[in-house]
């Protein structure tokens, strides 16, 4: 069998093991945001990150969600990590975008973070953050979902098939997920253009 071939039905393997019901009470919970008039605060590095912007626009066009990702302003981004360092970086712009009880932290991760190996720790900062001042927390990770899986409210982990593919399915099916989001009767408001 080709690469090709491979790939194509390892994620439709991992499609068919994602939890519907998981992703029922992600929306739950961002219905909940929605009308509290909370904001959403998508957080990710990588390839995660530039799903999170994404997101972003999605949530805000099509679902009428106020929402944002830190990794969209490179200046403050960069800034912050030279003067006060990456392991910072999001749990502080949380406090200047004053994250309260009716905001929502959405992880897009493959880990989902892991203090004690030093991964993506920046990520774990922030999570405690929101859990310390009663922040919604959600997140979209792959394999365990390291540190989000542990402090999210509700986390859809992605399943592994092929331990040599998780980012890439990870991050796909982050997009895959987010997309179904908006798309949702519960959350979407305006149409998309085609």
């Not at 690469?3 to 994602?18: G, R």
């Not at 739950?28 to 904001?39: D, M, S």
């Amino acid at each position: 069998m080709t690469f090709s071939k491979t790939y194509l039905e390892e994620a439709i393997e991992v499609t068919s093991m994602i939890s519907a019901e998981k992703v029922e009470s992600m929306v739950q919970l961002l219905k909940i945001v929605k009308n509290e008039k909370g904001r959403i605060f998508f957080l990710g590095v990588g390839g995660s990150a530039a799903n999170a912007g994404h997101a972003v626009n999605d949530f805000r066009k099509l679902a009428g969600i106020e929402s944002y990702a830190p990794t969209d302003n490179v200046a403050e981004l960069t800034a912050r990590t030279n003067d006060e360092g990456w392991q910072t970086v999001f749990v502080e712009w949380l406090k200047v975008s004053n994250l309260n009880t009716k905001d929502c932290i959405f992880i897009l991760s493959v880990g989902g973070g892991d203090k004690a190996r030093n991964v993506s720790v920046n990520l774990c900062e922030a999570l405690d953050y929101a859990k310390s001042i009663g922040a919604r927390i959600t997140g979209i990770v792959g394999r365990d979902g390291g540190y989000t899986a542990t402090m999210a409210d509700v986390c859809l982990v992605i399943p592994t098939v092929n331990k040599d593919t998780v980012t890439p399915h990870s991050e796909s099916c982050q997009a895959l997920i987010w997309h179904l989001m908006v798309s949702h009767p519960e959350l979407k408001v305006n149409p998309t253009k085609w």
